[in-house]
């Protein structure tokens, strides 16, 4: 079973940028479609990002196409979400999630998660 550990969170002004990451462990990271998710206080955890187990394929919210980018090291066993041009919205916590089969945005849909780390834009 794949354990995944977050990192990289904190505090940054509007238009900063910061990447986040994911380190697996138990498990390969190639074995698995990879996403990241974010959740607001208050508000449903919502997709952000997901690279396919097969192609490599990446897949973003709309909402963030263009400023978010999810990449994969096999070779480091971990997964990154780069975020440029931050926006106080994008203020939440953000999670590392692994699933068997293909790409979905849905969080009920993955089956292992870590314990996210926080993302805190100031305006």
């Known amino acids: 079973q794949v354990q995944l550990a977050e990192s990289g969170g904190g505090l940054v002004q509007a238009g900063g940028s910061l990447r986040l990451s994911c380190a697996a462990s138990?498990?390969?990271?190639?074995?698995?479609?990879m996403g990241w998710f974010r959740q607001a206080p208050g508000k449903e955890r919502d997709f952000v990002a997901a690279v396919s187990r097969t192609s490599g394929s990446t897949y973003h919210a709309d909402s963030m196409e263009g400023r978010f980018t999810i990449s994969r090291d096999s070779a480091k066993n971990t997964v990154y979400l780069q975020m440029n041009n931050l926006k106080p919205e994008d203020t939440a916590v953000y999670y590392c999630?692994?699933?068997?089969?293909?790409?979905?945005?849905?969080?009920?849909?993955?089956?292992?998660w870590g314990q996210g780390t926080q993302v805190t834009v100031s305006s």
């Open positions: 999630a692994a699933k068997d089969g293909w790409v979905d945005r849905l969080a009920k849909e993955y089956d292992y």
């Open positions: 138990g498990g390969t990271i190639s074995r698995y479609t």
